[in-house]
Protein backbone atom coordinates (compact mmCIF):
# COMPACT_ATOMS: atom_id res chain seq x y z
CA UNK A 1 0.00 0.00 0.00
CA UNK A 2 1.69 3.57 -0.25
CA UNK A 3 1.60 6.36 1.53
CA UNK A 4 -0.68 8.90 0.09
CA UNK A 5 -0.31 13.17 1.42
CA UNK A 6 -3.76 14.82 0.90
CA UNK A 7 -3.27 18.46 0.30
CA UNK A 8 -6.64 20.40 1.25
CA UNK A 9 -6.56 24.04 0.33
CA UNK A 10 -9.97 24.90 2.68
CA UNK A 11 -9.65 24.48 6.96
CA UNK A 12 -10.83 21.48 8.41
CA UNK A 13 -10.50 22.13 11.72
CA UNK A 14 -13.97 23.59 12.29
CA UNK A 15 -16.04 20.32 11.73
CA UNK A 16 -18.06 22.56 9.03
CA UNK A 17 -16.43 21.74 5.66
CA UNK A 18 -17.70 23.11 1.99
CA UNK A 19 -16.89 21.06 -1.02
CA UNK A 20 -13.65 21.02 -1.40
CA UNK A 21 -12.82 19.95 2.09
CA UNK A 22 -16.15 17.11 1.73
CA UNK A 23 -14.48 15.73 -1.30
CA UNK A 24 -11.02 15.41 0.25
CA UNK A 25 -12.41 14.34 3.83
CA UNK A 26 -14.12 11.63 1.75
CA UNK A 27 -11.11 10.87 -0.19
CA UNK A 28 -9.06 10.00 2.91
CA UNK A 29 -11.50 7.64 4.19
CA UNK A 30 -11.73 5.61 0.78
CA UNK A 31 -7.73 5.83 0.44
CA UNK A 32 -7.36 4.78 4.62
CA UNK A 33 -10.02 1.80 4.21
CA UNK A 34 -8.00 0.17 1.00
CA UNK A 35 -5.14 0.29 3.35
CA UNK A 36 -3.19 3.12 2.63
CA UNK A 37 -1.53 5.34 4.78
CA UNK A 38 -2.59 8.97 4.45
CA UNK A 39 -1.46 12.16 6.10
CA UNK A 40 -4.06 15.30 5.21
CA UNK A 41 -2.87 18.74 5.14
CA UNK A 42 -5.19 21.94 5.71
CA UNK A 43 -4.55 25.64 6.75
CA UNK A 44 -5.66 24.71 10.08
CA UNK A 45 -4.35 21.16 10.28
CA UNK A 46 -7.67 20.39 11.18
CA UNK A 47 -8.06 16.44 11.74
CA UNK A 48 -9.82 13.54 9.99
CA UNK A 49 -10.01 9.96 11.89
CA UNK A 50 -7.19 7.48 10.92
CA UNK A 51 -4.88 9.84 9.65
CA UNK A 52 -2.00 12.08 10.07
CA UNK A 53 -2.69 15.61 10.25
CA UNK A 54 -0.62 18.67 9.26
CA UNK A 55 -1.03 22.04 8.76
CA UNK A 56 -0.21 23.15 5.31
CA UNK A 57 3.36 25.06 6.17
CA UNK A 58 6.44 25.37 3.63
CA UNK A 59 8.56 23.33 6.33
CA UNK A 60 5.33 20.42 6.27
CA UNK A 61 5.60 20.27 2.68
CA UNK A 62 8.88 19.44 2.80
CA UNK A 63 8.75 17.06 5.07
CA UNK A 64 5.88 14.77 4.28
CA UNK A 65 6.56 14.99 0.06
CA UNK A 66 9.33 13.21 1.36
CA UNK A 67 8.18 10.43 3.25
CA UNK A 68 5.16 10.11 0.75
CA UNK A 69 4.55 7.52 -2.13
CA UNK A 70 1.59 10.24 -3.65
CA UNK A 71 0.43 13.50 -2.91
CA UNK A 72 -3.38 14.50 -4.28
CA UNK A 73 -3.95 18.09 -4.60
CA UNK A 74 -6.56 20.72 -5.65
CA UNK A 75 -6.37 24.65 -6.56
CA UNK A 76 -4.50 26.94 -5.18
CA UNK A 77 -2.57 24.53 -2.77
CA UNK A 78 -1.28 23.17 -5.31
CA UNK A 79 1.09 26.12 -5.80
CA UNK A 80 2.79 25.80 -2.14
CA UNK A 81 3.25 21.77 -2.97
CA UNK A 82 5.26 22.54 -5.95
CA UNK A 83 7.21 25.26 -4.38
CA UNK A 84 8.20 23.66 -1.59
CA UNK A 85 7.67 19.78 -1.67
CA UNK A 86 9.72 17.44 -3.53
CA UNK A 87 9.18 15.77 -6.78
CA UNK A 88 6.76 13.09 -6.21
CA UNK A 89 3.73 11.67 -8.43
CA UNK A 90 0.80 14.18 -8.25
CA UNK A 91 -2.60 13.42 -8.80
CA UNK A 92 -4.26 17.36 -9.60
CA UNK A 93 -8.35 17.23 -8.55
CA UNK A 94 -9.67 19.73 -10.88
CA UNK A 95 -13.42 18.70 -10.32
CA UNK A 96 -14.14 22.69 -8.79
CA UNK A 97 -13.49 24.64 -11.96
CA UNK A 98 -12.04 27.49 -9.50
CA UNK A 99 -10.84 30.09 -12.30
CA UNK A 100 -14.51 29.57 -14.00
CA UNK A 101 -16.23 30.15 -11.03
CA UNK A 102 -14.13 32.95 -10.08
CA UNK A 103 -15.19 35.43 -13.06
CA UNK A 104 -17.44 37.12 -11.38
CA UNK A 105 -15.09 38.47 -8.90
CA UNK A 106 -13.76 40.49 -11.07
CA UNK A 107 -16.02 43.94 -10.64
CA UNK A 108 -15.58 43.35 -7.12
CA UNK A 109 -11.50 42.50 -6.88
CA UNK A 110 -10.13 43.38 -10.03
CA UNK A 111 -7.97 41.52 -12.34
CA UNK A 112 -5.57 40.10 -9.87
CA UNK A 113 -7.85 37.25 -9.26
CA UNK A 114 -8.03 36.07 -12.61
CA UNK A 115 -4.08 36.27 -13.18
CA UNK A 116 -3.65 34.31 -10.42
CA UNK A 117 -6.08 31.80 -10.59
CA UNK A 118 -4.59 30.90 -14.59
CA UNK A 119 -1.31 31.38 -13.22
CA UNK A 120 -2.14 28.48 -10.45
CA UNK A 121 -4.24 26.48 -13.31
CA UNK A 122 -1.61 26.77 -15.56
CA UNK A 123 1.40 25.22 -13.04
CA UNK A 124 -0.94 23.04 -12.00
CA UNK A 125 -1.56 21.46 -15.66
CA UNK A 126 2.45 21.41 -16.37
CA UNK A 127 3.55 19.37 -12.90
CA UNK A 128 0.67 17.10 -12.27
CA UNK A 129 0.86 13.71 -13.66
CA UNK A 130 -2.93 12.29 -13.47
CA UNK A 131 -5.78 14.75 -13.17
CA UNK A 132 -9.15 14.41 -12.05
CA UNK A 133 -12.62 15.94 -13.16
CA UNK A 134 -16.56 15.50 -12.41
CA UNK A 135 -18.00 15.47 -15.66
CA UNK A 136 -17.89 14.63 -19.41
CA UNK A 137 -18.65 17.90 -20.05
CA UNK A 138 -15.48 19.12 -18.04
CA UNK A 139 -13.19 16.17 -19.15
CA UNK A 140 -13.96 18.04 -22.46
CA UNK A 141 -12.91 21.49 -21.10
CA UNK A 142 -9.65 20.06 -19.50
CA UNK A 143 -8.02 17.81 -22.46
CA UNK A 144 -8.33 21.37 -24.53
CA UNK A 145 -6.79 22.83 -21.83
CA UNK A 146 -4.59 19.69 -21.65
CA UNK A 147 -3.53 20.05 -25.30
CA UNK A 148 -2.71 23.29 -25.64
CA UNK A 149 -0.02 22.77 -22.33
CA UNK A 150 1.50 19.97 -24.49
CA UNK A 151 0.15 17.47 -22.02
CA UNK A 152 -2.20 15.82 -24.58
CA UNK A 153 0.68 14.91 -27.03
CA UNK A 154 1.51 11.80 -29.33
CA UNK A 155 2.97 9.97 -26.16
CA UNK A 156 0.11 10.61 -24.15
CA UNK A 157 -2.30 9.16 -27.11
CA UNK A 158 -0.11 6.36 -27.50
CA UNK A 159 -0.53 4.95 -23.95
CA UNK A 160 -3.97 5.73 -23.81
CA UNK A 161 -6.01 6.57 -26.59
CA UNK A 162 -9.10 7.85 -24.35
CA UNK A 163 -6.39 9.31 -21.84
CA UNK A 164 -7.56 7.44 -19.01
CA UNK A 165 -4.32 7.20 -17.43
CA UNK A 166 -3.94 10.95 -17.78
CA UNK A 167 -7.48 12.37 -16.92
CA UNK A 168 -10.03 10.63 -15.16
CA UNK A 169 -13.80 11.42 -14.07
CA UNK A 170 -14.31 11.43 -10.52
CA UNK A 171 -17.26 12.78 -9.26
CA UNK A 172 -18.56 13.84 -6.15
CA UNK A 173 -20.15 11.06 -3.91
CA UNK A 174 -22.26 10.61 -1.25
CA UNK A 175 -22.10 8.43 1.95
CA UNK A 176 -24.70 5.03 2.72
CA UNK A 177 -28.29 5.24 2.34
CA UNK A 178 -29.37 6.73 5.73
CA UNK A 179 -33.32 6.64 6.92
CA UNK A 180 -34.51 10.06 7.12
CA UNK A 181 -36.87 11.13 9.39
CA UNK A 182 -39.91 12.18 7.66
CA UNK A 183 -40.98 16.00 7.87
CA UNK A 184 -45.18 17.14 6.95
CA UNK A 185 -43.37 20.67 7.18
CA UNK A 186 -43.28 22.93 4.21
CA UNK A 187 -39.48 23.57 4.40
CA UNK A 188 -37.37 24.70 1.72
CA UNK A 189 -33.57 24.37 2.07
CA UNK A 190 -31.23 26.57 -0.77
CA UNK A 191 -28.29 25.97 1.41
CA UNK A 192 -25.05 28.60 1.52
CA UNK A 193 -24.93 31.58 -1.64
CA UNK A 194 -22.29 31.70 -3.76
CA UNK A 195 -21.82 34.91 -6.03
CA UNK A 196 -22.94 32.74 -9.08
CA UNK A 197 -26.23 31.80 -8.02
CA UNK A 198 -29.69 33.81 -7.78
CA UNK A 199 -31.36 34.35 -4.33
CA UNK A 200 -32.93 37.09 -5.33
CA UNK A 201 -34.97 34.60 -7.48
CA UNK A 202 -35.49 32.10 -4.99
CA UNK A 203 -37.17 34.71 -2.59
CA UNK A 204 -39.58 35.87 -4.90
CA UNK A 205 -40.64 32.58 -5.79
CA UNK A 206 -41.24 31.42 -2.73
CA UNK A 207 -43.08 34.75 -1.36
CA UNK A 208 -45.22 33.68 -4.71
CA UNK A 209 -46.01 30.09 -3.10
CA UNK A 210 -46.70 31.22 0.11
CA UNK A 211 -49.82 32.74 -1.48
CA UNK A 212 -51.02 29.12 -1.66
CA UNK A 213 -49.25 27.34 1.06
CA UNK A 214 -49.35 30.51 3.74
CA UNK A 215 -46.37 28.56 6.52
CA UNK A 216 -43.61 27.95 3.82
CA UNK A 217 -39.90 28.99 4.73
CA UNK A 218 -36.49 29.37 2.97
CA UNK A 219 -33.75 28.73 4.55
CA UNK A 220 -30.20 30.08 3.07
CA UNK A 221 -26.67 29.00 5.18
CA UNK A 222 -23.96 31.34 5.70
CA UNK A 223 -20.70 29.64 4.35
CA UNK A 224 -18.14 28.40 6.87
CA UNK A 225 -15.13 30.08 5.44
CA UNK A 226 -16.43 34.06 4.55
CA UNK A 227 -12.51 34.58 4.46
CA UNK A 228 -11.64 32.33 1.47
CA UNK A 229 -15.29 32.96 0.00
CA UNK A 230 -16.86 36.36 -0.72
CA UNK A 231 -20.46 37.25 0.46
CA UNK A 232 -21.29 39.70 -1.86
CA UNK A 233 -24.48 37.83 -2.75
CA UNK A 234 -25.64 36.76 0.84
CA UNK A 235 -25.76 40.44 1.94
CA UNK A 236 -27.91 41.31 -1.27
CA UNK A 237 -30.16 38.47 -0.31
CA UNK A 238 -30.47 39.41 3.44
CA UNK A 239 -31.28 42.92 2.27
CA UNK A 240 -33.63 41.75 -0.36
CA UNK A 241 -35.79 39.53 2.13
CA UNK A 242 -36.01 43.01 4.81
CA UNK A 243 -37.23 45.16 1.40
CA UNK A 244 -40.10 42.89 0.60
CA UNK A 245 -40.83 41.95 4.33
CA UNK A 246 -40.11 38.03 4.04
CA UNK A 247 -37.46 38.18 7.58
CA UNK A 248 -40.53 35.82 8.96
CA UNK A 249 -40.40 33.45 6.63
CA UNK A 250 -36.29 33.75 4.61
CA UNK A 251 -33.90 32.57 7.50
CA UNK A 252 -29.95 32.71 7.34
CA UNK A 253 -28.68 30.23 9.53
CA UNK A 254 -24.91 29.04 10.20
CA UNK A 255 -23.24 26.28 8.48
CA UNK A 256 -24.10 22.82 9.84
CA UNK A 257 -21.10 20.29 10.81
CA UNK A 258 -20.43 17.62 8.68
CA UNK A 259 -21.54 14.69 10.52
CA UNK A 260 -24.94 16.49 11.51
CA UNK A 261 -26.03 17.42 8.30
CA UNK A 262 -28.46 14.54 8.21
CA UNK A 263 -30.71 15.92 10.91
CA UNK A 264 -30.73 19.06 9.47
CA UNK A 265 -32.07 18.44 6.06
CA UNK A 266 -34.41 16.05 7.82
CA UNK A 267 -36.02 19.29 8.80
CA UNK A 268 -36.81 20.24 5.18
CA UNK A 269 -39.23 19.10 2.40
CA UNK A 270 -37.85 20.30 -0.58
CA UNK A 271 -34.57 21.85 -1.91
CA UNK A 272 -34.36 24.82 -4.21
CA UNK A 273 -31.70 25.94 -6.29
CA UNK A 274 -31.85 29.12 -8.84
CA UNK A 275 -29.08 30.58 -11.02
CA UNK A 276 -28.44 32.24 -14.43
CA UNK A 277 -27.15 31.06 -17.22
CA UNK A 278 -23.32 30.84 -18.08
CA UNK A 279 -20.50 28.89 -18.82
CA UNK A 280 -20.03 28.31 -14.99
CA UNK A 281 -23.51 26.83 -15.31
CA UNK A 282 -22.30 24.30 -17.71
CA UNK A 283 -19.04 23.25 -16.27
CA UNK A 284 -20.57 23.05 -12.87
CA UNK A 285 -21.33 19.80 -10.65
CA UNK A 286 -22.80 21.01 -7.68
CA UNK A 287 -21.91 19.77 -4.35
CA UNK A 288 -24.95 20.68 -2.78
CA UNK A 289 -27.32 18.99 -5.45
CA UNK A 290 -25.71 15.39 -4.29
CA UNK A 291 -25.60 16.18 -0.49
CA UNK A 292 -29.89 17.26 -0.95
CA UNK A 293 -30.25 13.59 -2.96
CA UNK A 294 -28.41 11.92 -0.40
CA UNK A 295 -30.70 13.89 2.19
CA UNK A 296 -33.97 12.51 0.61
CA UNK A 297 -34.92 16.04 -1.05
CA UNK A 298 -36.73 16.29 -4.00
CA UNK A 299 -34.92 19.25 -6.21
CA UNK A 300 -36.47 22.13 -7.63
CA UNK A 301 -33.44 23.85 -10.08
CA UNK A 302 -32.88 26.30 -12.91
CA UNK A 303 -31.10 24.12 -15.61
CA UNK A 304 -27.47 23.02 -15.45
CA UNK A 305 -26.50 20.08 -17.96
CA UNK A 306 -24.85 17.73 -15.51
CA UNK A 307 -28.15 18.21 -12.87
CA UNK A 308 -30.60 18.08 -15.52
CA UNK A 309 -29.18 14.55 -16.63
CA UNK A 310 -28.85 13.28 -13.18
CA UNK A 311 -32.78 14.49 -12.08
CA UNK A 312 -34.00 13.38 -15.06
CA UNK A 313 -32.22 10.00 -14.79
CA UNK A 314 -33.32 9.12 -11.02
CA UNK A 315 -37.14 11.03 -11.51
CA UNK A 316 -35.66 13.45 -8.25
CA UNK A 317 -36.57 16.59 -9.44
CA UNK A 318 -37.77 19.28 -11.33
CA UNK A 319 -35.58 21.61 -13.95
CA UNK A 320 -37.55 25.13 -14.37
CA UNK A 321 -35.83 26.33 -17.75
CA UNK A 322 -36.80 29.89 -17.47
CA UNK A 323 -35.78 32.49 -14.61
CA UNK A 324 -39.03 33.21 -13.74
CA UNK A 325 -40.31 33.40 -10.19
CA UNK A 326 -43.70 32.27 -11.04
CA UNK A 327 -43.03 29.43 -12.61
CA UNK A 328 -40.74 28.30 -9.67
CA UNK A 329 -43.69 29.18 -7.86
CA UNK A 330 -45.68 26.93 -9.56
CA UNK A 331 -43.79 23.97 -9.38
CA UNK A 332 -42.41 24.04 -5.34
CA UNK A 333 -46.22 24.20 -4.90
CA UNK A 334 -47.15 21.11 -7.22
CA UNK A 335 -44.65 19.08 -5.89
CA UNK A 336 -45.75 20.39 -2.20
CA UNK A 337 -48.99 19.54 -2.56
CA UNK A 338 -49.01 15.83 -5.00
CA UNK A 339 -47.68 13.60 -2.06
CA UNK A 340 -47.43 10.64 -4.97
CA UNK A 341 -44.74 12.55 -7.04
CA UNK A 342 -42.58 13.90 -3.89
CA UNK A 343 -42.50 10.76 -2.63
CA UNK A 344 -41.47 9.22 -6.53
CA UNK A 345 -38.84 11.97 -6.11
CA UNK A 346 -37.71 10.59 -2.71
CA UNK A 347 -37.72 7.35 -3.88
CA UNK A 348 -35.41 8.31 -6.54
CA UNK A 349 -33.18 10.16 -4.43
CA UNK A 350 -32.65 6.99 -2.52
CA UNK A 351 -31.76 4.84 -5.92
CA UNK A 352 -29.02 7.81 -7.08
CA UNK A 353 -27.54 7.62 -3.31
CA UNK A 354 -26.92 3.83 -3.79
CA UNK A 355 -25.03 4.14 -7.36
CA UNK A 356 -22.26 7.31 -6.06
CA UNK A 357 -21.23 5.59 -3.67
CA UNK A 358 -17.98 7.45 -2.59
CA UNK A 359 -15.72 4.36 -3.25
CA UNK A 360 -17.10 4.17 -6.66
CA UNK A 361 -17.17 7.65 -7.47
CA UNK A 362 -13.31 7.82 -6.83
CA UNK A 363 -12.72 4.19 -8.16
CA UNK A 364 -9.57 6.29 -10.81
CA UNK A 365 -7.89 7.53 -7.73
CA UNK A 366 -7.83 4.60 -5.50
CA UNK A 367 -5.98 2.57 -9.03
CA UNK A 368 -3.42 5.47 -9.01
CA UNK A 369 -2.67 5.17 -5.58
CA UNK A 370 -2.42 1.67 -5.87
CA UNK A 371 -0.15 2.18 -8.60
CA UNK A 372 1.84 5.84 -8.42
CA UNK A 373 3.35 7.52 -11.04
CA UNK A 374 5.15 9.96 -12.38
CA UNK A 375 3.96 10.89 -15.90
CA UNK A 376 7.12 10.06 -18.27
CA UNK A 377 5.79 12.46 -21.29
CA UNK A 378 5.28 15.30 -18.76
CA UNK A 379 8.30 17.01 -20.65
CA UNK A 380 8.09 15.82 -23.91
CA UNK A 381 6.01 18.31 -25.84
CA UNK A 382 5.79 20.92 -22.68
CA UNK A 383 4.60 24.07 -24.27
CA UNK A 384 5.20 27.13 -21.34
CA UNK A 385 1.83 29.37 -21.12
CA UNK A 386 2.30 32.46 -19.11
CA UNK A 387 -0.39 35.20 -17.99
CA UNK A 388 1.64 37.53 -16.65
CA UNK A 389 0.46 38.15 -12.39
CA UNK A 390 -0.97 41.11 -11.93
CA UNK A 391 0.02 42.84 -8.69
CA UNK A 392 -2.85 43.95 -6.66
CA UNK A 393 -2.84 47.97 -6.72
CA UNK A 394 -4.31 50.14 -4.09
CA UNK A 395 -7.86 50.22 -5.44
CA UNK A 396 -7.95 46.13 -5.71
CA UNK A 397 -6.56 46.42 -2.09
CA UNK A 398 -9.60 48.42 -1.16
CA UNK A 399 -11.95 46.21 -3.31
CA UNK A 400 -10.67 43.19 -1.32
CA UNK A 401 -11.41 44.96 2.02
CA UNK A 402 -14.81 46.47 1.50
CA UNK A 403 -15.88 43.03 -0.57
CA UNK A 404 -17.33 45.09 -3.41
CA UNK A 405 -16.75 47.29 -6.03
CA UNK A 406 -16.80 51.32 -6.28
Known amino acids: ?24 TEMARVLLADGHLVTVMSPDAGAVAGCESAALTPEALALHTSTSDAAVVQGHAANALFAHGRPLPTVVDLYDPFIIENLHYYAGRGAEVFTHDHKTLLQSVARGDFFLCASEAQRMFYAGLLLAAGRLNPLAFDASPRLDQLLAIAPFGVQPVRERATTDVPAILFGGIYDWYDPLLAIDAVILARKSIPDLTLTFTRHPNPQLTPQGRTAEAMAHARRKGADGFIHFEPWVAYEKRGEFLDRFSLALLTFPQSIETDLSMRTRVYDYLWGGLPIVTSSAPGTDALLAHYHAGSVIAIDSPEAFATEIVAILRDSQRHQKMASGARSFVADHQWPRALEPLREFCLRPRIDPAKEAFAVHLEVPERAASILDRLRRRIGGSF
Open 1 to 24: MSRVLLICPEPLGHGHPAGIGIRF
